[in-house]
């Protein structure tokens, strides 16, 4: 069976794209990362991308005269390298409805949604004083954080944890989930109904 094409978009330094490019090395897995899309020049993750000689591409927001008109133009980029699904791997922008009618995107999460969603997940399960957080990967839609949710993992809160000591935590287990279950969509592909995500 040959490979299935995603692309995957960064915004910093691709630590999670890393994880899929070194998956994606073996056949087995079945997924070929058929270009990385950046909201930013110069960025880690776009470099570690050509360093495995995928294609690039950036689409700024700064560069087009409404937000609407880049979320045309980055559907139509992503559309060009007819991915099966996009993983949106520490990507910073918000989607738009165009993205989102024309891709299925898989995002992760460093907490246990829909508990503290948003930017500081990470911060705000600490400040709460929960015991344990942990990590979603999740299908994106409109809101923030908000769509199907696809796995979940959680991780332990230590005594004297720091924003960073946790987050790195997380970090290592997000990054092994988001390899296993983009694995499983790309070989056997998967439904949604309602908010119920089922991979055969």
């Known amino acids: 069976m040959s490979a299935t094409p995603i692309v995957v978009l960064v915004s910093g330094t691709g630590s999670l794209l890393q994880a899929l490019i070194d998956a994606s090395l073996d056949p087995a897995y079945g997924v070929q990362v058929a270009a990385v899309g950046a909201d930013r020049a110069g ?19 700064a560069d087009f005269p409404s937000r609407a008109d880049w ?37 992760t999460h460093p907490a ?13 399960a600490l400040a709460y004083g929960v015991t344990v957080t942990g990590t979603t990967c999740h299908l994106v839609d409109a809101g923030v954080d908000t769509g199907p949710i696809i796995e979940q993992h959680a991780v332990a809160i230590e005594p004297g944890d720091t924003e960073a000591s946790l987050h790195e935590r997380i970090k290592v287990v997000e990054r092994s989930m988001l390899v296993d279950v983009v694995g499983r969509l790309a070989r056997h592909r998967f439904t949604v109904t309602g908010r119920k995500v089922t991979i055969p």
Not at 44 to 58: C, D, M, N, S
Not at 90 to 95: A, D, H, P, S
């Open 71 to 107: 979320d045309a133009a980055l559907a139509d980029t992503i559309t060009a390298y007819r991915p099966v699904f996009v993983v949106s791997a520490g990507f910073m922008k918000l989607l738009g409805p165009a993205t989102l009618a024309a891709h299925t995107v898989v995002n």
């Open 112 to 124: 246990l949604l829909p508990s503290f969603p948003g930017a500081h997940a990470v911060r705000d």
């Open 43 to 61: 960025t880690l993750g776009q470099a570690r991308a050509e360093a495995a000689g995928i294609p690039t591409f950036v689409c700024r927001v």
